[in-house]
């Protein structure tokens, strides 16, 4: 099914601002957030969670997928065109959900949320370690979430440990998501 409801109207976006002022469990994140905001990478990662603890907020796990929206994909990936102001709300509600340890949240992850962790699943793209280009890692603002950068050809990517998903920045995308997360060169922020 892939992405069934993404909140790019000004409707849209205060519902979900207003569902998202409040903790939301686990358990009933399926029906609260379905009409707003489907995916089935977030749905997944809500039964992740429900395992874990039907009663955790998983507002942190719909930052994850906001994040990817409104500051990974560019225009054209979208089936219709963002309402005025809409990505930049999104982005907001992204990051006032941000900052939570994704072992708070859900019961197992594929990869290990270290940045070594997310090296070797980024190197494991190339076959191995040694045939992977050089490249650098940092961990965002979001649980689970990395951005990695290949040294030599400047391109971006992000890595989600819970079930090891790897995106290509949008070309468009990636002058903006370098001066975020990799703002000098070869100069790595502290987590």
């Given amino acids: 099914m892939g992405t069934w409801a993404i909140p790019q109207t000004d409707e849209a976006v205060t519902r979900l601002e207003r569902l998202m002022a409040s903790p939301i469990a686990a358990s009933r994140a399926w029906v609260a957030l379905n009409p707003l905001v489907g995916d089935d990478t977030l749905f997944d990662m809500l039964d992740l969670a429900s395992d874990r603890n039907p009663e955790a907020d998983v507002r942190p796990l719909v930052a994850i997928t906001l994040d990817e929206w409104a500051n990974w994909m560019c225009d054209g990936r979208f089936r219709h065109p963002w309402g005025d102001g809409c990505r930049e709300r999104l982005q907001a509600l992204a990051k006032a959900h941000a900052g939570t340890a994704i072992e708070d949240l859900v019961s197992r992850v594929m990869v290990p949320d270290t940045l070594e962790g997310a090296r070797g699943a980024y190197a494991l793209l190339f076959g191995s370690p040694e045939a992977a280009p050089e490249f650098e890692v940092v961990r965002t603002e979001f649980p689970g979430v990395y951005a990695v950068r290949e040294t030599a050809s400047g391109s971006l990517a992000r890595l989600e440990v ?22 000098c060169p070869g100069v790595v922020p502290a987590p």
């Fill in 162 to 183: 819970i079930f090891g998903v790897i995106a290509e920045a949008e070309p468009s995308m990636v002058d903006a998501l370098r001066a975020i997360h990799f703002p």
